[in-house]
């Protein structure tokens, strides 16, 4: 059923294009935070790292536990097709728009950089494949436009550097 192995396979490769929706957790000594993900946000760069485009919201939790060294997982697994479940156990390294990196990283993606918070990089420590067998089948039917359409409004406004500033470090409960 399940196995662990290093990097990532083709077939893993594969998977992760496929699919419409992931989820990153991530936790620095503090509460872990699962936050699902959606849009086209994610690239393999090679079989040792991911690389997610991370757009503004609510908090910033990926943030913390980023430039806290913290520990991540990020899990895809199928709604469709074979049952599959894929975590890819990871460090992430903070892009930010100021990062000489960033336009180059930036070019993986058909975006427009004012309407993004930052980039991460996944430095991959461990893959693990297992049979996803109890996942129910469900059929994607279309992406929202709500958060696309609010970050373009900010930054048009030349409200969104600002928020995103303001957003930096989670309330502290």
């Known amino acids: 059923m399940g196995k662990q192995y290093k990097t990532l396979t083709q077939e893993d490769i594969a998977f992760i294009n496929a699919q ?22 994610i690239r393999v760069l ?12 609510s908090g910033n939790r990926t943030y913390r536990d980023a ?16 049952a599959n479940i894929l975590r890819i156990f990871c460090k992430a ?7 000489l990196s960033f336009d180059g990283y ?13 980039l991460f990089i996944f430095d991959i420590d461990t893959v693990e494949s297992s049979c996803g067998m109890s996942v129910p089948y469900m059929s994607y039917e279309k992406e929202r436009k709500s958060l696309k359409k609010w970050a373009k409004n900010m930054a048009e406004e030349g409200r969104l550097e600002q928020y995103i500033e303001k957003h930096k470090k989670p309330p502290v409960l």
């Open 20 to 41: 419409k929706l992931f989820y990153i957790a991530s936790s620095s000594g503090k509460e872990v935070n699962l936050s699902p993900k959606g849009y086209d946000s």
């Open 46 to 57: 090679d079989k040792y790292r991911l690389l997610y485009l991370d757009y503004p919201g």
């Open 67 to 82: 430039v806290e060294n913290g520990e991540f997982t990020l899990v895809f697994n199928a709604f469709e097709g074979p």
């Open 93 to 99: 390294e903070v892009i930010e728009k100021d990062d």
């Open 106 to 118: 930036l070019s993986h993606f058909a975006v427009n950089a004012a309407h993004i918070r930052q």
